[in-house]
């Protein structure tokens, strides 16, 4: 189990003693926080007729009583995984798990309903879902997933009590994090650079952090977009990175605000870039990004590469609009 689980796993132990369990949890994090396992944890749990525990650790499922026997096999009567088809979760599934825990349980103690991709409910079955949530039966206890908790209709996320899993940022990495982009830097700037990410990380728990290989696909980005950026070339190689990686949204986010900072950095610092694009311009791409990004979370099912080849050229002319005060 990962460390950074383990808080969250006291909690719930505690919750599952005093049977005050809450009745929904969404779970939520960055892919490969370990949301499932978490999850799979306290479904276990919930089966096992004989939970058991160390002195200072979480309760956990005995593994050798009958239903933790069923759940292993995964034919425990009392448990419901609900598996989105493609790319959404309809109303008939959530119909299915809504009677499914109207019955009492068959074996154990509680009913339990795991929903892992819980952002793909259509909105037909997050209001089947709602019901539920509203009225719970008893000893039921729904698990949801996410990592994506802005694609969950709020009044699903206010019916739930939300985990927020965080892993710790691997000092190897922020090392490494740290030389790449300090090595053409001077020293003293390194330092900075060094100080500003122990901020960001400090605020943001980010897979390109705690995952290597996501951060060399980071700092290949990076490259890409800022070589758009300051020579307008590479059009369809960005295009390209955006539509292939799931990250790609949010790190154009994510740089622009970085370039943003660099500026303000540097209007105190004595040693000037060779290029720096000016704030007013850095703002203008940063609103666009943003509505780029907007669009295609509002709308799943709009066309992607239109709507990201459409936020390439805004970009694009933003930086021609403004090619006078980008070396200013
Ligand atoms: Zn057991």
């Known amino acids: 189990m990962k460390p950074w689980l383990i808080e969250h796993q006291q909690r719930l132990s505690q919750q599952f ?32 007729q004989k939970p058991t525990q160390i002195q200072g650790e979480p309760l956990r ?32 599934e959530v119909r299915y798990a809504n009677s499914f825990l109207q019955k009492t349980a068959q074996l154990g103690t509680y009913k339990t309903v795991l929903i892992a991709h819980s952002e793909l409910m259509t909105i037909a079955a997050a209001n089947a879902l709602l019901k539920t949530l509203e009225e719970p039966t008893d000893n039921s206890i729904i698990v ?11 009044t699903i996320v206010s019916r739930t009590r939300v985990l927020n899993i965080r892993p710790v940022v691997g ?29 960001f990380v400090n605020l943001t728990q980010l897979p390109e952090l705690t995952d290597q290989v996501v951060n060399e696909e980071f700092q290949h980005f990076k490259q890409t977009y800022i070589g758009f950026l300051y020579h307008q070339q590479g059009e369809s190689l960005l295009l390209q990175q955006v539509l292939s990686n799931e990250h790609s949204l949010r790190w154009l986010e994510q740089i622009t605000v970085g370039l943003q ?8 610092d004595s040693v000037p870039k060779p290029i720096k694009l000016n704030s007013q311009v850095l703002n203008q791409l940063y609103k666009v990004i943003i509505n780029g990004c907007k669009v295609i979370k509002s709308y799943p099912q709009a066309n992607k590469q239109f709507v990201c080849e459409q936020l390439i050229i ?14 200013n």
Request: hydrophobic fraction near 40%; aromatic fraction near 0%; charge should be negative.
């Open 261 to 268: 900072r660099e500026n303000l950095l540097n209007a105190t």
């Open 61 to 92: 499922a005995c593994g050798q009583c009958k239903t933790c026997l069923l759940e292993r096999s995964n034919t425990l009567p009392d448990h419901l995984n609900l598996i989105a088809e493609k790319t959404s979760l309809g109303v008939d």
């Open 171 to 199: 000092q190897a990495l922020m090392k490494n994090l740290a030389e790449t982009e300090g090595s053409a830097l001077t020293s003293l700037e390194s330092n900075v650079t060094v100080n500003q990410h122990a901020g």
């Open 144 to 154: 949801l997933l996410t990592d994506d908790i802005e694609r969950l209709l709020p």
């Open 17 to 48: 003693s005093q049977h005050i369990l809450p009745h929904a949890i969404l779970i939520t994090g960055v892919k490969g926080a370990g949301k499932l396992s978490l999850a799979q944890w306290l479904i276990k749990l919930l089966a096992c």
């Open 314 to 327: 805004s970009i694009s002319d933003v930086m021609a609009a403004n090619s006078t005060l980008i070396k």
